[in-house]
């Protein structure tokens, strides 16, 4: 796809993150040229420059976070550190011409289909049209705050893990961080020891799969540079052993591979937890993966630092010195954190979304959101979502998923391109069909043996893909035009 049809497309991509380049890159090189990419913040990143807490790193090993035709000899460890990953970002984002399609803190909040090409309008008040939107918004970026009495009436400071205020001193502080998923864990791991007091307010323990994270010598990281043959070798390596040794096995809770994972979870926490008081309150009573894994190999040590405290009892309320329990007790803090995830039903919201004949997209997901393949909805055509509603945001990397979404999205636009379509989007019975089969897919999962996590809708169904790698891969070889609306 060197040369496009038709070269007066114009294209819309929303969200400059790790998406949003690669749809750019990806388009540049199918031919299209009419690119205008809207980022509401100052850089681009996504979530990679909105999180800055410390210990922020990938939990997907680094040579497979990254893309396939832009390998980083210089990736410092097997799971890269935040600052690096952004940086890598804009590195290929200057290489290959992205940063001359941005505008910066321009943010998206209302687009609408009519005459056959999409208007959108801007949080500055102008205005675009174009003829396809690609919305790259994200997942994880809306912040989730627990409605906490009192939250206000802290009088020290506050914030949400991903909105990190460096301004705030930590050192010699009494440091209370809420939540255990991933960012907590991170977090809770590079503050033990470097803060006067870290309390960990857990209301959920997690299985904890011990990953060493090892530096890259100076000598390998040569070798890459000289080799890179070598890197492509390592991510098709780790990509196999990702997808064989976890991936696949997520939509199976019955799979011997679920199993050896519930076995390195509890051994690490049987081998390296020492007070068993301490050691039950840290036991998940639900089978691990259930939730997201977290992947540390420190997060134990840092509990049980001497300047740690965990705390188990639900939280009351927060007053101005800290925040009170339900067994009464008050928690003194200087700095509290909420590392308490994200509002994963937004994706494209809040920006409004209005498809043919005024239909919206809210009270096309008044059930919750979907999205056939992850990529389309109904009676919304010429707009695809990448890692949208349904897709494998817990089960491979997402910047793979976002690679074969971007090629069948091609596929797609390559029709109206060659004048065999004006509009494509998935019909109404073939996203019926796909949520049936989704949603008794999902109920083998192992997301739906039993824990209460961000993977659940409101039904307490798995919204994410519960199929294999292979069968994600197949589906996104080729658009079955069949299940479309091709006007």
Known sequence: MSNAPNQDLRF????????????TIKLREAGYSDITIYEKNPKLGGTWY???????????????????????????????????IREYFEDVAKRFGVFELIRFDTEATHCAFADGRWQLELADGSRDQADFIIAATGVLHHPNLPDFQGLDSFAGAAFHSARWDHDVATEGKKVGVVGTGSSAVQIVTALAGEVGE???????????????????????????????????????EVSKAFIEGFANALVDADAPTIQAIQTACEANLEENVREPELRERLRPNYRAACKRLVMCAGFYDAVQHPNTRLVTDPIERIEPEGVRTADGSLHELDVLVMAT???????????????????????????GPSAYLAVTVPEVPNFYMLNGPNGPVG????????????????QLIEEVGAGRARELCVSR????????????????????????????????????????????????AQPKLDDYDVR
């Open 395 to 410: 089960n491979f990397s997402l910047i793979d998923v976002a690679d074969l979404e971007v090629g069948y999205i091609l």
């Open 50 to 84: 909105e999180n800055t807490y410390p210990g922020l790193s990938c939990d997907v090993p680094s040579h497979l976070y990254s893309y396939d035709f832009a390998p980083n000899p210089e990736w410092s460890r097997q799971f890269s550190p935040g600052p690096e």
């Open 198 to 236: 870290l309390v960990l307010f857990q209301r959920t323990p997690q299985w904890i799969m011990p990953v060493p994270n090892r530096d890259y010598s100076t000598e390998e990281k040569e070798n890459f540079r000289k080799h890179p043959g070598e890197m492509r070798k390592i991510r098709d």
């Open 12 to 23: 819309i991509v929303i969200g400059a993150g790790m998406a949003g380049i690669l749809a």
């Open 429 to 476: 019975e073939a996203m019926d069909r796909f949520n049936r089969e989704r949603k008794q897919a999902a109920k083998t999962t192992i997301w739906a043996t039993g824990c209460n996590s961000w993977y659940l809708d409101a039904s307490g169904l798995p919204t994410a893909w519960p199929w294999t790698y292979d069968r994600f891969t197949e589906e996104m």
């Open 341 to 367: 995830g994200f509002k994963v039903e937004q994706f494209v919201r809040p920006m409004t979304v209005i498809g043919r004949n005024g239909v919206a997209l809210d009270d096309i997901w008044h059930d």
